[in-house]
């Protein structure tokens, strides 16, 4: 199975700070057909994952944007521009390239 | 507006079996791979199953490969998940999920619970 690093996995930061989330692959997640099949979640204490970006980059609808994707391969990135209170929860990166899709440990962003 | 709504989680002793099922409203089901994804509590994801359109394809983790049988109803725009032989650490909170590679609406979860 594809093995999904993140690091941290927790995360505190000051409001108005950036903040910056690292997912690695144990495999190229570059699919046959071209894309890179890289989500983003973000769960909210209590709440069900909301997904934040698809394929590595591209910003769900609804998504402020101070949330960006970045990279490419086995290398990936979300950076939150600048950290609102809302923010807090635990971020997870998922691949969906090679089955079974497996996800990050996850990272948990608290405010400091 | 997209409603993925789960239903029928519960305890269970080991051993035993359960059928999860999750309403889905808002869009064009029949158009979609579907998915179930798990939470145990306090822990992280793990994907359990997607089924394709048409249902002509589906594929499971390892862990419930042979326990766990994903199906789905288009006329009555239903996804389910039969599970049995339930062990402890099936507990989770399960998720009825949009797509597969590009999941993207989550239900609110069903909690499953395999405890003697």
């Known amino acids: 199975d594809v093995v999904m690093t993140q690091s941290p996995l927790s995360l505190p930061v000051t409001l108005g700070q950036p903040a910056s989330i690292s997912c690695r692959s144990s495999?190229?997640?570059?699919?046959?057909?071209?894309?890179?099949?890289l989500n983003w979640f973000q769960q909210r204490p209590g709440q069900s994952p909301r997904r934040l970006l698809y394929?590595?980059?591209h910003r769900d609808s609804g998504v402020p944007d101070r949330f960006t994707g970045s990279g490419s391969g086995t290398d990936f990135t979300l950076k939150i521009i600048r950290v609102e209170a809302e923010d807090v929860g635990v971020y997870y990166c998922?691949?969906?390239?090679?089955?079974?899709?497996?996800f990050g440990q996850g990272t948990k962003l608290e405010i400091k | 507006q997209v409603h993925l709504v789960e239903s029928g989680g519960g305890l269970v002793k080991p051993g035993g079996s359960l059928r999860l099922s999750c309403a889905a409203s808002?869009?064009?089901?029949?158009?979609?791979?579907m998915s179930w994804i798990r939470q145990a509590p306090g822990k992280g994801l793990e994907w359990v199953s997607f089924?394709?359109?048409?249902?002509?394809?589906?594929n499971y983790a390892e862990s419930v490969t042979g326990r766990f049988t994903i199906s789905r109803d288009d006329a009555k725009n239903s996804l389910y998940l039969q599970l049995d032989s339930l062990r402890v650490e099936d507990t989770a909170v399960y998720y009825c999920?949009?797509?597969?590679?590009?999941?993207?609406?989550w239900g609110q979860g069903s909690l499953v619970t395999v405890s003697s």
């Open positions: 999920v949009r797509a597969s590679r590009e999941v993207d609406y």
């Open positions: 808002g869009f064009r089901f029949s158009d979609y791979y």
């Open positions: 089924i394709s359109t048409s249902s002509s394809y589906t």
């Open positions: 495999q190229s997640l570059v699919y046959s057909d071209g894309n890179t099949y």
């Open positions: 394929k590595v980059s």
């Open positions: 998922m691949q969906g390239t090679h089955w079974p899709y497996t």
